[in-house]
């Protein structure tokens, strides 16, 4: 069973940065892709970010100049970069890993943004 671990989140200034990180119990080369979702009070989870096995990327176009998706595979890690926060970027966010017709979900991570 794979399981998923998100940390990086926390209460932030907007305008400020922070850096999520989804680590897994075991290599994350098989699965395509990765990615990272965030669900705020009252909305339905929305895709944020993805990442392929070859490393190409799709950023939602909502972050897209501010966040970025990337991976160490050697860390089993992927992270998740956010800069320039906003204060409608508040949500919990969640990685998820998919490996053929199996999907993962970490537990999330809270992530505030102040005005």
């Known amino acids: 069973q794979v399981q998923l671990v998100e940390s990086g989140g926390g209460l932030v200034q907007a305008g400020g940065s922070l850096r999520l990180s989804c680590a897994a119990s075991?290599?994350?080369?098989?699965?395509?892709?990765m990615g990272w979702y965030r669900q705020a009070p009252g909305k339905q989870r929305e895709l944020v970010a993805l990442?392929?096995?070859?490393?190409?990327?799709n950023i939602v176009d909502s972050v897209k100049g501010r966040f970025t998706i990337s991976r160490d595979t050697a860390k089993n890690t992927v992270y998740l970069q956010m800069n320039s926060l906003k204060p409608e970027d508040t949500a919990v966010y969640y990685c998820k890993a998919v490996d053929g017709l199996s999907d993962y979900w970490g537990q999330g991570t809270q992530v505030t943004v102040s005005s």
């Open positions: 990442i392929n096995r070859r490393g190409s990327t």
């Open positions: 075991g290599s994350i080369a098989s699965f395509d892709p």
